[in-house]
């Protein structure tokens, strides 16, 4: 199986060129090809085999990003590697804010198709935010003003940061939430007379 997966400042990887056993923050940006041990850090794991270490200071005054990954490094190249990753890190976010904001882990459907249709239903809702709060920082018009100035009023209130997640969290508290159809609708006329339905009760 291909993968590229994030690693830890504290990862203790195996050096191939010099068998150091050492973790990836004491080593600088680059390309490394590296070994693991197995699980009592008593050998090699000759199972997994040799891979490719990447450290890659993608984003000024931050850590590094280091990528562990079986991929053949020459075929790719560093910064395609780092692009493929952070593409699939958006994807895991989406579905992280899905699950967290909207509370899926919660929720049990019976039904194939209405898990899929509730899971569209807040794809829809994040997409809306999304759009929302990019227009608010981009905007002049005085509608998007006003929902900004109430926005920072709900972080200061609440103590969030102003982000994607803030806003969503913002957006759920501010809406409506949709009304029920009451169970018995106005103006509806019973199938059954009305000495039928009180035998029925």
């Not at 997966?5 to 680059?30: D, F, I």
């Not at 198709?113 to 608010?136: D, G």
């Amino acid at each position: 199986m291909r993968f590229i997966a994030r690693v830890k400042e504290n990862r203790y990887v195996v050096l191939k060129e010099t068998g150091e056993y050492l973790p990836v923050n004491n080593l600088n940006p680059g390309v490394y090809p590296v070994l693991l041990l197995d699980h009592h850090n008593n050998a090699i794991d000759d199972n997994i085999g040799e891979l490719t270490l990447i450290i890659h200071e993608h984003l000024k005054e931050k850590e590094p990003i280091r990528l562990l990954t079986n991929l053949v490094w020459k075929n790719y190249g560093t910064e395609k590697i780092v692009t493929m990753y952070l593409d699939r890190w958006g994807v895991e976010n989406i579905f992280r804010r899905a699950k967290t904001k909207f509370n899926l882990e919660a929720i049990r459907v019976l039904k194939y198709q209405k898990f899929v249709n509730l899971v569209a239903l807040i794809q829809l809702a994040i997409i809306v935010s999304s759009i929302t709060f990019l227009a608010i920082q981009k905007s002049t018009n005085a509608l998007i003003i006003g929902v900004l100035m109430l926005y920072k009023k709900f972080i200061k209130h609440k103590a969030l940061t102003f982000n994607i997640d803030s806003f969503i969290t913002f957006m759920q508290s501010s809406l409506k939430p949709l009304q029920k159809r009451p169970a018995k609708p106005l103006g509806q006329m019973n199938l059954f007379s009305p000495s039928t339905m009180l035998k029925l009760a």
